[in-house]
């Protein structure tokens, strides 16, 4: 694709895909599993199997967010930033919220093609960072935003004036994302890399999820590691590497999902 960032898409369809065909009492998306084909192959190649886990493992986590959210809310919207291939509409499956799926023009038309919306879900095509899509959206009811493998890719200033806009705009709002330190970037932009020139560097991480809620105004809900249920339900399957991986990560808080209230302050 012609936008960089667009082309790291297929990364995390191929970590969903792993993870249902080999640990589906981890996470399961029998929808991501029917889209296998449609990778090209060099993203099916390369991965191992820590990090696939670290790919899933952030949807294994926001979609508790979100099943969580709907219940709380009832009738909400739940709004991917960056969605992608992403496919939790079919895994939560809640016709209480309205999904919507939000990403590039180019990724949008690619998403039509090879995956058909369902009657509660609605894509948009459009920027993250301009506010003109909002008017495509129910703004009064409560919402939740998701940016799953998609914030790292801008720099601090835009986050904090993003968040800035949904702050402004959805009065009733939640953000749940993923976010790893300043090493944790410097290694996930290698692994990226052996993507091929084509792949978009990484450039946001938070070092301290208080302080980073502070600076935007907002109210720190939670800040989880990634792999707490995954070492509890996957550590006597997986092999030494990811074991010792994921008890890295999670001991020194390199990788966390950060859920933030908006207008909670």
Not at 87 to 114: G, K, S
Not at 123 to 132: D, H, P
Not at 189 to 206: C, L, P, Q, T
Request: with cysteine.
């Amino acid at each position: 694709m012609e936008n960089k960032i667009a082309n790291t898409l297929f990364i995390p369809l191929v970590a969903r895909i792993f993870a249902a065909e080999h640990f589906s009492e981890y996470f399961d998306d029998k929808t991501a599993v029917q889209l296998k084909d449609k990778i090209p192959q060099k993203f099916l190649k390369i991965s191992s199997e820590y990090e696939i886990i670290a790919s899933a493992a952030r949807y294994h986590i926001s979609d508790k967010i979100i099943q969580q959210f709907i219940a709380k809310n009832g009738e909400c919207n739940i709004i991917n930033l960056g969605a992608g291939l992403e496919t939790v509409a079919f895994r939560i499956n809640n016709a209480n919220a309205v999904f919507y799926q939000m990403d590039l023009p180019e990724v949008i038309f690619l998403r039509q093609e090879v995956l058909s919306a369902k009657n509660n879900e609605i894509f948009i095509s459009g920027s993250l960072l301009e506010t003109n899509w909002y008017a495509q959206v129910d703004t009064q009811k409560p919402t939740l935003f998701v940016a799953n493998g998609v914030l790292m890719y801008f720099h601090e200033a835009e986050i904090l004036h993003l968040i800035a806009n949904l702050k402004k705009h959805f009065p009733k709002s939640e953000l749940a994302f993923d976010a790893t330190t300043k090493f944790g970037i410097q290694c996930a932009n290698f692994y990226v890399s052996r993507f091929g020139d084509e792949m978009a560097k990484m450039y946001f991480y938070i070092q301290n999820p208080v302080q980073f809620a502070q600076k935007t105004q907002t109210q720190l809900l939670n800040a989880q590691t990634f792999f707490t249920d995954a070492r509890r339900i996957l550590g006597h399957r997986v092999n030494w590497v990811s074991k010792l991986n994921m008890w890295f990560v999670d001991t020194f808080h390199l990788s966390n999902i950060i859920h933030l209230s908006l207008n909670g302050v």
